[in-house]
């Protein structure tokens, strides 16, 4: 089976978090994607080949991209076994190959999503037997295919995921602290915040260095899959190898030199070593500053920066949140007039305590955990005054 060729487009859909799918979206259009349409934490897009491994290899903000094989109806468990054994697998995976099955389905098409799963399996299993008499094995450590059914009112898609692992699995971090930010996350506040790579950067509760990572390599105009050794079109039977080091040689070309200072504060010694080390992963830890501080015993002397922070909440580490966050407050208003900056927390109520009217609330999902991603802008004198 041809999955994608380099003188054909194809349609694809890369997955990305609540909240973040027109981020992901402009990146695609700025990549040189077609027919580009936002969905339900997913984009769709259309391109060949190339573009696929340059999708792979350079979004910041995708969790995955998979390739759609076929669809069809079904109105029954049996119906929808028949329709999946009878795509021929035998073309896509090879006997010595093994594979995962992930589906997603509502209610109405399947109460039990892990049946639905083992139901995709046993059909292209037996596919294979009734074919070649052998079968391939499930892999759930590193499988070599990645299959992926949406269902959706009897309706399913099915799809060949080409990331592998997921994308915010970048192979930069190897220290992280405690409640680390998710690389693809990071990314996506970056973005949401409006900092594109130029004026100075601050987290100012950096831990493991997550966002300062993330904005140094959006600055240098470092691909986000520097790092990645594998991806899963890599196992593909059309994989074009000579294609995808052009592909990724044409990326690294186009690194450019900081034009911008990024600073990361950290009161915990760990987390200042654990993230040098994640930017000397990245070669990047002559252009970050990270410094250990306490940020609510900082002054920005008179410089203005663009501050980024996911600060500790109750969810992931035990702090006096209320008090946390009227320090941070009184911090911004005093010290570093002149700053914007953005806060993400599942806790929206101590986000009053800050005690500054925000510009702008958008809502997002850490995991299964509803947050809001917050901006607030530090006047140097009164709202009143600056507007006058």
Known sequence: MELLSVNEDGQMLAKTFYGMEEVLAEELRKLGAKEVKRLNRAVSFVGDLGFLYKANFCLRTALSISVPLFDFRFYNEDKYYKKVKSFDWTTLIDIDQTFIV???????SFSNTHFAALLTKDAIVDCFREKT?????????????????????KEAIV??????????????KTEAFKAPINEVMAAGLIKLSGWHGRGNLLD?????????????????????GINRKEYGFMNWNNFDKELWETIRDAAIDRIQEMPCKIFGFDIDSDAIRQAKQNLANLHLEDKVEV?????????????????????????RIVADIESLYGEIGNTLKNYYQGSSAWFISPETSVLKNIGLKPDKKIDLFQG???CKFVGYSMYAGSKKRKHN
């Not at 410094?291 to 501050?307: G, H, P, R, T, V």
Request: net charge negative; glycine share 6%.
């Open 102 to 108: 992930d589906v997603v389905a509502d209610e109405a």
């Open 133 to 153: 008499g052998k079968r391939p094995n499930v892999g759930k450590e590193n499988p070599d295919i990645k299959i992926f059914v949406y269902v959706k009112e």
């Open 159 to 172: 799809y060949l995921d080409s990331s592998g692992s997921p994308l915010f699995k970048r192979g930069y």
């Open 204 to 224: 100012p509760m950096c831990g493991s260095g997550t966002i300062l990572c993330e904005a140094a390599m959006l600055s240098c105009n470092i691909p986000a």
């Open 291 to 315: 410094i250990e501080m306490d940020f609510l015993e900082s002054d920005a002397n008179d410089e203005s920066y663009f501050i980024i922070c996911n600060p500790p909440y109750n969810k």
């Open 368 to 370: 299964k955990i509803p």
